[in-house]
C-alpha cells in the first residue's frame, strides 16, 4: 500500500502544508501521478485558460487601484469594440495603452519615478 513519505515532505514544506498534504488520499490503485488541468473541457492547460485566471484573481485582489479604476473607467462596450477591430493584435495592446495613458514616454516615465 502506499503512503506519504513523511520525513521528504517536512523539510520542503511549513507544518500546516505537511498537515494539508497527509490528508490527501493515495489512490489505492497505484497509478502514476500525471499533470491535469481542470480549467479547459480538455484538462490541458491552455496559455488563454491562464490567463483568463490570472485575470479572475487580479481582479478579486485588486480593490481601488489605479489601475482597476482606469480601465474600468472606460464602458465594457469601448473594450469589446476595441479588441474586435480588424487589426493586427499588437496596434490593439497600442491602441489600449493609448487610451490608459501607459505608453512608456517621458512624461508617464517621470511619473513613475516620483512615486
Keep these: 500500500m502506499h503512503s ?11 507544518a500546516e502544508d505537511v498537515n494539508a498534504i497527509l490528508s490527501i488520499p493515495i489512490s489505492i490503485a497505484g497509478s502514476n501521478d500525471r499533470l491535469i ?10 496559455v488563454k485558460s491562464g490567463y ?8 478579486k485582489t485588486l480593490k481601488n487601484s489605479e489601475a482597476q479604476a482606469s480601465c474600468h473607467s472606460f464602458p465594457k462596450c469601448f473594450w469589446d469594440f476595441l479588441w474586435k477591430l480588424g487589426v493586427k493584435n499588437k496596434l490593439k495592446h497600442f491602441l489600449r495603452k493609448c487610451v490608459l495613458n501607459s505608453l512608456p514616454i517621458h512624461s508617464n516615465l517621470a511619473k513613475s ?3
Excluded at 488541468?37 to 491552455?46: I, L, Q, S, V
Aim: net charge negative; glycine share 4%; hydrophobic share 35%.
Design 52 to 59: 483568463y485566471i490570472a485575470k479572475d484573481l487580479i481582479g
Design 4 to 14: 506519504w513519505e513523511i520525513q521528504e515532505l517536512n523539510p520542503l514544506f511549513e
Design 37 to 46: 488541468w481542470h480549467h479547459t473541457k480538455t484538462r490541458n492547460y491552455e
Design 113 to 115: 519615478y516620483k512615486m
